[in-house]
């Protein structure tokens, strides 16, 4: 259902003439770190390395519309038990891009992000609907090739995502700083 109201979304602003015209698509890839908030009776944050995957289209410089895949994996010890979590995610998201100076070099940039979010933790997996909101800065190297620098918040609200003898887990929200790279064609 999102991909399909963001399909329709693009495709409504592309049938006007006018803001056709100035279209940038991409591709890009980064890395980051991500914390996972894990609760439940026995509370542990995951975090390791995320990396990233991404395309979409920036129309008329200032509305950037966009989807991306990350991963992430992470195996920590609560008490005598070992535990692997595991997290595929894919998100759609939109960002309002603000100009910094003359030179259109530099953007800042704040915008919400939807999708879904595939986790394995103690042994169960499920996949449910994330949702939240990133803010950074961009800078334009040439034409072709930009980099960013940003941050994401997403809840995820997953209840008893795993069970052990230590007790029932949660996940209850992502938190990512990353940075990439942007290839504009």
Known sequence: MKKLTLSLITAALLSTPAMAANIDWFVGAGAGWQQDSISGDASKDSDDV?????????????????????YKEDTFN????????????????Y???????????????????AGLADNKLAGNAHTNFVWGGQVGAEYRFTQHWSSEIGYRY??????????SVNGT?????TQQ???????RF
């Open 95 to 113: 960002d309002y891009l603000i100009p910094v100076g003359a030179s259109e070099k530099m953007n800042l940039f704040a915008g919400v992000s």
């Open 78 to 93: 609560v008490g005598d038990e070992r535990f692997k979590q595991e997290q595929n995610m894919f998100l759609a998201s």
């Open 154 to 163: 997403l809840d995820q609200d997953y209840e008893e995502m795993g069970k």
């Open 169 to 173: 887990f949660a996940l209850d929200d």
């Open 50 to 70: 995320t990396w990233q995957f991404r395309g979409g289209m920036v129309l008329n410089d200032h509305h950037r519309f966009s989807g991306s895949y990350s």
């Open 177 to 183: 700083l990353y940075v990439s790279f942007d290839y």
